[in-house]
């Protein structure tokens, strides 16, 4: 299935959205002009979870057809702009973590600097993303599916936990520990980076 036009180019949310009011319920009522118009404003940020989630551009891009699709589906039941995003970044995540316990294989890891242009994950031009580092996206993509998802819900999305724990059936109790154990593994990684050299 291919991509429509509008993420092919990568067109970002301040390239040329038009304003989202009203879009919500346009597409409800199904207009596919107002649903194309809430693609755009929320694939940045569909896919960047998605690709920094897999390390595959490709896997990418079909989750990100994939939750798009399921929103299509699941309209009626969105009750806001602030419900349609909350709903996109759960869907995205359980996607991603559906895909990696079915396939049961580990992801390929791409360094993040040969990733194309042409569509930038959400904040890509911000330098000081601690994310973007090659090394540290590499040790992430090691982390299990649920630790990985609680660390970039709340790194990279900057949610807090429990509002990640209302994201992903777990209490906010189980994402403080997946915090707490996936910082401590990443430091101890990274530390030990820095003394083998």
Do not use: N, Y
Not at 19 to 33: H, I, K, S, V, Y
Request: glycine share 6%.
């Amino acid at each position: 299935m291919d991509a429509p036009e509008a993420w092919k180019t990568g067109a970002k949310p301040d390239d040329h959205t038009p304003p989202l009011e009203g879009c919500l319920e346009r597409a409800r009522r199904g207009d596919l002009g107002a649903f194309r118009d809430l693609m755009i404003a929320h694939q940045s940020r569909v896919f960047s979870v998605a690709l920094r989630f897999t390390g595959q551009r490709s896997d990418a891009e079909e989750l990100l057809q994939d939750v798009f699709l399921q929103l299509h589906a699941a309209l009626p039941q969105i009750t806001g702009e602030e419900h349609l995003t909350r709903w996109l970044l759960r869907t995205v995540t359980h996607r991603c973590i559906d895909r990696q316990r079915q396939t049961g294989r580990r992801p390929r890891l791409v360094p993040m600097t040969a990733m194309p242009p042409t569509f930038e994950p959400a904040d890509a031009e911000c330098d000081d993303d601690p994310l973007m580092s090659s090394r540290l996206h590499g040790l992430l993509l090691q982390l299990a599916p649920d630790a990985r998802a609680v660390m970039l819900l709340r790194f990279q999305q900057d949610l807090d936990p429990a509002e990640i724990a209302a994201l992903l059936p777990m209490p906010v109790a189980t994402v403080k520990s997946h915090l707490r154990r996936s910082l401590e593994w990443l430091r101890s990684q990274l530390e030990g980076d820095q003394h083998g050299t």
